[in-house]
Structures are given as structure tokens and as C-alpha cells.
Nanobody, 127 residues
Framework: QVQLVESGGGLVQTGGSLSLSCAAS????????MGWFRQRPGKPREFVAG????????EYAESVKGRFTISRDNGKNTVYLQMTGLNVEDTAVYYC????????????????????WGQGTPVTVSS
């Protein structure tokens, strides 16, 4: 049974930091591109960050570049999102997702490409 379980969300003040984790099981983690998406209140789900199967290539949304860092540990079947310099616009439910690597695109940014999704963890940034 495939599972993606996010953790680490919570309430933080503007300028603060949070670290999200996503533990994967039920599939061969090292063969999947991993991504973080978020859905802000009243907005569609959007790409935040993605990482290649080996962790040697990353992509970020412009809005989080320089503030967020995605990483993965294939030995622990876990992907992380380190978030710094948080602001109220980062308030959202954050989801991790897995996309089977087909040998062409190293990191996918389209939500429709992802095969598996977690339930999400809420992040609230207060001003």
C-alpha cells in the first residue's frame, strides 16, 4: 500500500522557519521524482519544489527560491522541505507527491504528472 505521510507543519511567525518531512512507503522511493506542492486558501494547488531521483537536480517555484530547500534521503525513503524566511503568503496546506521517473524529465513541475500524493500538512504564518 502506497503511503506518503507529511509532518512538520504548524504555526510560525513571519520570518520564521519550518522543516517539513514526507515519509514514503509502498513503492521504490529511489525511482520516483519527489515534489512538494501547496494549496493556499482559495487558490489552486501549485508547485513549490521538486527533486530528481538521485537528488542531484532540484527545481523551485520563483516565489520560494532562495528561501526553501528540498532534499531527500533514499536510504530513509524521506523527502524534506526546509523553509526559511516565511511570510503570510506561504500559509497553505503542503503536500508531497511522487512521480515515477521515466528517464526523460529529471524533475517534473506539473501536478498532473505525479502519481501519488500525501494528505498534506498545514502551515500557517502569522504576521
Amino acid at each position: 500500500q502506497v503511503q506518503l505521510v507529511e509532518s512538520g507543519g504548524g504555526l510560525v511567525q513571519t520570518g520564521g522557519s519550518l522543516s517539513l518531512s514526507c515519509a514514503a512507503s509502498g513503492f521504490i522511493f529511489s525511482t520516483y521524482i519527489m515534489g512538494w506542492f501547496r494549496q493556499r486558501p482559495g487558490k489552486p494547488r501549485e508547485f513549490v519544489a521538486g527533486i530528481s531521483v538521485r537528488g542531484d537536480r532540484t527545481e523551485y517555484a520563483e516565489s520560494v527560491k532562495g528561501r526553501f530547500t528540498i532534499s531527500r534521503d533514499n536510504g530513509k525513503n524521506t523527502v524534506y522541505l526546509q523553509m526559511t524566511g516565511l511570510n503570510v503568503e506561504d500559509t497553505a496546506v503542503y503536500y508531497c507527491a511522487a512521480d515515477w521517473y521515466q528517464g526523460i524529465i529529471l524533475v517534473t513541475v506539473e501536478a498532473s504528472s505525479y502519481d501519488y500524493w500525501g494528505q498534506g500538512t498545514p502551515v500557517t504564518v502569522s504576521s
